[in-house]
């Protein structure tokens, strides 16, 4: 999650990042497989869930970012999730890129993984037929083939916040989640563990605090009720991330590659498609009023214009808890 959108020491972190999204979700390198330009086709059938861009901080020092799209495919009837994730040399020089697509009911399809750390690549191709898994891992030089049974009710690991929201329980207040879940970056199976401890406000944005172990680490996440990931925490690698309202905030001294973005995700993502950018489209600028001026237009009784309450709370917009998200292109239930 992403939600929750969705790595322990190269920054013990390489390891430590990627835990960060397992509940959050994405990653990249990819001239390295990409063959996929044919998943970009159906950009126009897709509906956008969410689209963001994160910092990436190391003990609160700005050492990368990450673009992160979840969406459905209204013709395929499939979910699907997209990241790139780029550090500079403190956050240990990782390229990584991921597009992983589930089933409406979020069972595994197939993903791509892609990770080039300094100029060590590796590559994960899966694909998934009923119970089974089929991985091609390419690296160093060398390919191996894995095929593995998966229980029924596993997931991607990027997945994790849609399936809270589709689970009985839905995302609120006390709700806890045991699974299984399938980490992209190595194609294995592992237990996790959930749990939605309260209820807080992040950068001006009602969201919950999820308490997440997946991969014998634990890591904090703060989402919205609709599974968008607003922030992570990983105290033990000192590893965070913070969405943040645009691009050039997020990529501040680091190089964003448009040619890469758009072989990965169809075009370059523009990060609006959020709970963060859309609250800097509606919060007024501040300006000071003439000397002897009224009150501001914006204000209200006990504000005075000075602040703008919560975006996104569950009063104003959101999804009943344990339903799922509504999509236009998904079937209904019977």
């Known amino acids: 999650m992403v939600v929750f959108q969705q790595n322990q020491t190269r920054i013990d972190s390489r390891q430590s990042i990627k835990k960060d999204f397992a509940l959050y979700p994405g990653k990249l390198m990819l001239s390295l497989f990409f063959a996929l330009a044919a998943l ?3 950009r126009v059938q897709a509906d956008i869930l969410f689209e963001g861009y994160s910092t990436v901080l190391l003990d609160g020092v700005h050492v990368g970012f990450v673009v992160q799209r979840f969406e ?3 013709k395929k009837q499939e979910f699907v999730t997209t990241y790139f994730l780029k550090t500079n040399q403190l956050g240990g020089n990782i390229t990584e890129s991921l597009k992983a697509r589930a089933s409406a ?9 892609t990770e080039l750390v300094g100029e060590k690549s590796r590559t994960i191709d899966a694909q998934f037929k009923g119970e089974n898994m089929t991985a091609t891992i390419i690296a160093g030089g060398q390919r191996q083939v894995l095929q593995k049974k998966i229980p029924k009710g596993a997931f991607l690991a990027s997945f994790l916040g849609y399936v809270m929201l589709q689970g009985r329980e839905g995302i609120k207040k006390g709700a806890k989640y ?3 879940a399938i980490a992209e970056e ?3 199976l592992y237990s996790g563990e959930a749990y939605i401890d309260s209820e807080e406000t992040i950068n001006g944005i009602s969201a919950f605090k999820i308490l997440n172990t997946f991969k014998s680490t634990q890591f904090v996440s703060y989402c919205t009720f609709k599974a968008e990931v607003i922030a992570t925490r990983s105290p033990v690698q000192k590893i965070s991330t913070e969405l943040v309202a645009s691009v050039r905030e997020a990529t501040a001294g680091l190089s964003l ?6 072989h990965l995700f169809g075009n370059v993502p523009l990060g609006a498609e959020n709970p963060v950018s859309r609250r ?10 003439p000397i002897g001026a009224g009150p501001s237009p914006t204000a209200t009784p006990g504000n005075s214009g000075k602040e703008t309450p919560p975006l996104d709370t569950p009063k104003k917009q959101g999804i009943p808890g344990g339903t799922g998200i509504h999509l236009k292109g998904k079937p209904s239930e019977k």
């Open 72 to 74: 459905f495919d209204n």
């Open 40 to 42: 970009s086709s159906s």
């Open 178 to 180: 045991s699974y299984h």
């Open 280 to 289: 800097s489209l509606e919060t007024p600028p501040k300006t000071t009023p």
């Open 186 to 188: 190595d194609a294995s």
């Open 105 to 113: 009911a979020l069972k595994p399809v197939s993903y791509q993984f």
């Open 257 to 262: 590659n448009s040619s890469t973005l758009t």
